[in-house]
């Protein structure tokens, strides 16, 4: 692979891994939910591999739990990945909907470093903008924790769909110092939808999952509309191919200024990755 020459480190914002023990129960259980297989391992061992193999220097992981209970166990092993691998990776923590003394759960992750709390609204069951969860948002704004969002439909279309890009208007209107990433460019396969949240100032977006979507033109014109200093390279491993995740980017016809910034330089001034600074 032709090495992309850059001064700013690449950072994907957008991967999964679990526990060595999970990560082929999670591979199951979403291959047989929603008809699709991983290209990789979902572990750590395979992540650092593919890192090396393709020259990113960061990997955020993005941490969900499906239920409840798995919130703690999530964000204990979270915080050992990050201690046994800075700083080639960071991860978010994890939050349910459900669970109790969520706000507790939100300071403990502060504590423990994670770098902010993924959402997954179709594995979660909810909608981003319902009443209950705005006393999250609420405290994640005080302790200055963003958040990633799943965004838009899933590769199997679902039914209902949790979050489509206009679920997040009331929350970016209601929480204007609340840092929100919207996974795959604000809402996957719902892009004639963003157009609700361009006016505001505290809402971002990741690449993810739209190289298989959206042809170079395509890509471009979205990066372009969105802006190109609130968009981050994500690739979701380990369900999309890295290399060809990384090249979409670099072809796009856009300086290489502005792709410096898409594949780090905007992660590191939004997320705040200290030793990237």
């Not at 505290?202 to 014109?221: H, P």
Request: hydrophobic share 40%.
């Amino acid at each position: 692979m032709t090495k992309i020459i850059m001064e700013t480190p690449i950072i994907d914002v957008h991967t999964h891994a679990f526990p060595d023990d999970l990560a082929p129960k999670v591979i199951e259980a979403l291959r047989a939910k929603y008809k699709v297989d991983s290209v990789y391992p979902c572990t750590i061992g395979s992540l650092l591999d593919v890192m090396e193999k393709t020259q990113v220097d960061v990997s955020i992981i993005q941490i969900y739990a499906n239920s409840p209970k798995k919130v703690r166990l999530l964000n204990d092993w979270g915080s050992e990945v990050v201690k046994r691998n800075r700083p080639k990776i960071y991860c978010f923590g994890t939050i349910h909907p459900d669970m109790d003394k969520p706000s507790d759960e939100l300071e403990r992750i502060v504590q423990m470093g994670l770098k902010g709390v993924k959402f997954q609204p179709t594995a979660q069951c909810f909608r981003p903008d319902e009443p209950r969860l705005f006393k999250i948002y609420e405290k994640m704004v005080e302790l200055k924790l963003p958040a990633l969002f799943h965004a838009g439909d899933e590769r199997k279309h679902i039914d209902p769909i949790y979050a489509p890009p206009r679920s997040f208007v009331e929350i970016l209107s209601s929480f204007p110092d609340f840092t929100v990433i919207l996974a795959h460019l604000g809402g996957y396969r719902m892009w004639d939808q963003i157009d609700a949240l361009l006016d505001f100032k505290n809402v971002y977006f990741d690449t993810s999952a739209t190289n298989s979507e959206l042809d170079e033109f395509k890509l471009k014109r979205m990066i372009e509309l969105l802006g190109i200093d609130r968009v981050m390279y994500g690739s979701d491993f380990p369900w999309f191919d890295w290399d060809q995740e990384l090249k979409a980017i670099k072809k796009v016809s856009i300086s290489e200024e502005e792709k410096k910034k898409i594949l780090g330089g905007n992660a590191s001034r939004i997320l705040g990755i200290p030793d990237l600074l």
